[in-house]
């Protein structure tokens, strides 16, 4: 915690209300493969990978339906 590393700082999981607000924003297509889903059957996703020091804010989240989530490899 006292490394001064922000990644440890920074909470992974995304918050229903922006989850939400970004699927609306998104109109429930997924942004890989371009299909139309509901809410229950998309994740919330990094653009910059939590990983890689994206953060968990609202401008760095993009909802994918579950078989892209899990298919797509750490960029």
Same mark, same amino acid.
């Given at each position: 915690?006292?490394?001064?590393?922000?990644?440890?700082?920074? %909470?992974?999981?995304?918050?229903?209300?922006? @989850?939400?607000?970004?699927?609306?924003? +998104?109109?429930?297509?997924? !942004?890989?493969?371009?299909?139309?889903?509901?809410?229950?059957?998309?994740?919330?996703?990094? %653009?910059?990978?939590?990983?890689?020091?994206? @953060?968990?804010?609202?401008?760095?989240? +993009?909802?994918?339906?579950? !078989?892209?989530?899990?298919?797509?490899?750490?960029?």
């Amino acid at each position: 915690l006292l490394t001064g590393k922000e990644k440890y700082l920074s %909470i992974r999981a995304f918050t229903e209300p922006v @989850k939400l607000k970004v699927f609306e924003k +998104q109109k429930g297509v997924c !942004v890989r493969c371009k299909e139309k889903f509901e809410l229950a059957a998309m994740e919330a996703d990094h %653009i910059i990978p939590w990983s890689k020091g994206g @953060k968990t804010i609202e401008d760095n989240c +993009q909802m994918l339906c579950k !078989v892209c989530n899990a298919t797509k490899s750490d960029k």
